[in-house]
Antibody, heavy 116, light 108 residues
Framework: VQLVQSGAEVKKPGESLKISCKAS????????IGWVRQMPGKGLEWMGI????????RYSPSFQGQVTISADKSINTAYLQWSSLKASDTTIYYC??????????WGQGTLVTVSS | EIVLTQSPATLSLSPGERATLSCRAS??????LAWYQQKPGQAPRVLIY???KRDTGIPARFSGSGSGTDFTLTISSLEPEDFAVYYC??????????FGQGTRLEIK
């Protein structure tokens, strides 16, 4: 199993952004994959999860309406996107494979920096 | 939302000592709890899941115990590479996972 995330991004407040997580080594369509935020020097926050087979998506209440999680099963890739970034979105984001309710495999992380 | 509270926030020990980390849930999570280790600049990795099952390749010095609301991660004899941050995570309220705030295990 391998999860490879897109590279670091530098954006201005108000801009949109979509980061990606390309999966390999397992059945992408038939497994839930999720996103985790880690603020600088802080702990882990669960953002939400998607089942690429039918695009069913569930969000943590803290992130509902703040981000959009999507997936393209034709290219085994999950996405996390923002329509209007804020400075407070600056941090590292991880994708992770949900295996039986635990996160056994993780991407390497994508650093998003939002600054004017 | 199920809140996980880890203690202590920081644990200072020497190599060779025994480490005991605690995770308490605000309501019962059964045995649906995992422990992760995170080193600087790296993604977390699973050590223990379902409270006491070691993940593939995890050394036997790591063990987990507990059920309901109280859980413990024990490292029997600390190796230099074990100094890191440890998180617990519950899957009882899937898909709404929650993590504890972490315990930093530092070299004394």
């Amino acid at each position: 199993v391998q999860l490879v995330q897109s590279g670091a991004e530098v954006k201005k407040p108000g801009e949109s952004l979509k980061i990606s997580c390309k999966a390999s080594g397992y059945s992408f369509s038939n497994s839930w994959i999720g996103w985790v935020r880690q603020m600088p020097g802080k702990g882990l926050e669960w953002m939400g999860i998607i089942y690429p087979g039918d695009s069913e998506t569930r969000y943590s209440p803290s992130f509902q309406g703040q981000v959009t999680i999507s997936a393209d099963k034709s290219i085994n890739t999950a996405y996390l996107q923002w329509s209007s970034l804020k400075a407070s979105d600056t941090t590292i984001y991880y994708c992770a494979l949900d295996s039986g309710g635990y996160l056994h495999f993780w991407g390497q992380g994508t650093l998003v920096t939002v600054s004017s | 939302e199920i809140v996980l509270t880890q203690s202590p926030a920081t644990l200072s020990l020497s190599p060779g000592e025994r480490a005991t980390l605690s995770c308490r849930a605000s309501q019962s999570v059964g045995r649906y709890l995992a422990w992760y280790q995170q080193k600087p600049g790296q993604a977390p990795r699973v050590l223990i899941y379902d409270a006491s099952k070691r993940d593939t390749g995890i050394p036997a010095r790591f063990s987990g115990s507990g059920s309901g609301t109280d859980f413990t991660l024990t490292i029997s004899s600390l190796e230099p590479e074990d100094f890191a941050v440890y998180y617990c995570q519950q899957r009882s309220s899937w898909p709404l996972f929650t993590f504890g705030q972490g315990t930093r295990l530092e070299i004394k």
